[in-house]
């Protein structure tokens, strides 16, 4: 959980909980007087702290997913990117994927190190309006294995959150690890105060996925995050010869349209299947450039698209209940 202390016992049932510093776990921990006392409960100084430092980034987008291999990584990218092609925007990702940093390779950005200055962490920059801040620059080899429990990987989130000097930036893409776990509890607790634009989640057709989808919906639910939409990623490959479309992964429950209808979430787009894309993955490049006119491309586009115009929406509401004041422009 993101409440509980990195020097705590395993079983500890965090400093939110009725049993903080009470139960058999918590015998012998050096927290045990401050967790029995309540003053544990008192709310994180680090979550004012990067809501300051989060009021020069204007949009903060988390990317999730309720199963691995369904494309996450592969989106955030490609939304950063898609987005950064527009000059006058300043992009970030945030690759909050401990175990599973994939964003630097499909970046281009594997070797790549972290550099300190007097503000903060310098992000490694892809283009000069393209940040990326990733656990993968903190490796000595991307084959090194991150074996973290819950309370280090929390650590180094609000690290990221806190102490990464992102600079005035227009969009924040924050890339999670698969499932409703420590590292997703910590962005939304972390960000709290600081105003999340909402979360996309992907999917595959296929109900094996759409099960956890779900899931993932009323994980957002439960903390308040809003939902921007789903994208249907993998959803058909069309045969770039014959131009037939085949159905690798059958929608056998009518996919992510009908699950969005019967949840109430917006519906994104649909992705289809293109294996220049995991080229360009491998590669580190951006598919959106190096096949732009391809039919995956310009779903990529509408669905961007849709996602910007949410965020300004939501963004013209926040101000609105702020000032009091209805935006009539």
């Known amino acids: 959980m993101a409440d509980v202390p ?53 949009h903060k987008i988390v990317v999730l997913s309720g199963k691995g291999g369904v494309g996450k990584s592969t989106f955030t990218a490609h939304l950063a990117h898609g987005i950064a092609n527009d000059d006058t925007k300043q992009v ?30 310098s992000p490694v920059y892809v ?28 650590g180094l989130i609000k690290q990221f959150l806190r102490d990464v000097d992102w600079g005035e930036i227009d969009y924040l893409v924050i890339d999670t690890p698969p499932g409703t776990s420590d590292e997703h509890l910590s962005v939304v607790q972390y960000l709290s105060a600081a105003n999340v634009d909402g979360a996309v989640i992907i999917t595959t057709p296929q109900e094996v996925s759409l099960l956890d989808v779900r899931k993932e919906i009323n994980f957002c639910k439960k903390v308040d995050l809003p939902v921007i939409g789903v994208v249907e990623n993998m959803s058909g490959f069309v045969c770039p010869n014959c131009k037939i479309e085949s159905q690798i992964f ?48 310009q779903a990529f586009r509408e669905i961007i698209q849709k996602i910007q115009i949410t965020c300004d929406t939501s963004a013209g509401v926040s101000r609105e209940e702020e000032t009091g004041e209805m935006d009539t422009t």
Not at 99 to 119: A, F, K, N, T, Y
Not at 141 to 152: F, L, M, T
Not at 250 to 279: E, H, N, S, W, Y
């Open 127 to 154: 283009e000069d309006n393209l940040g990326v801040m990733s656990v993968g620059f903190l490796l000595g080899s991307p084959e090194d294995a991150v074996i973290w429990r819950g309370p280090k990987k929390n």
């Open 92 to 121: 970030a990702v945030l690759d909050v994927d401990i175990c599973g940093p994939s964003i630097p390779r499909v970046m281009g950005l594997d070797g790549e190190q972290v550099h300190q200055s007097g503000s903060g962490w």
């Open 250 to 297: 059958p929608p056998t429950t009518g996919g992510a349209v009908k699950m969005c209808q019967d949840m109430q979430v917006p519906f994104l787009g649909k992705l289809p299947l293109d294996p220049r894309i995991g080229k360009c993955c491998d590669e580190g490049k951006s598919y959106l450039s190096e096949v732009p006119d391809s039919p995956a491309s």
């Open 6 to 58: 990195q020097n705590a016992p395993e079983q500890c049932p965090g400093t939110q909980s009725e049993e903080a510093g009470k139960s058999s776990a918590c015998a012998g921990c050096p927290n045990q007087i401050i967790c029995a006392s309540g003053a544990a409960k008192e709310p994180d100084p680090a979550i004012e702290e990067i809501r300051q430092r989060m009021t020069s980034v204007k």
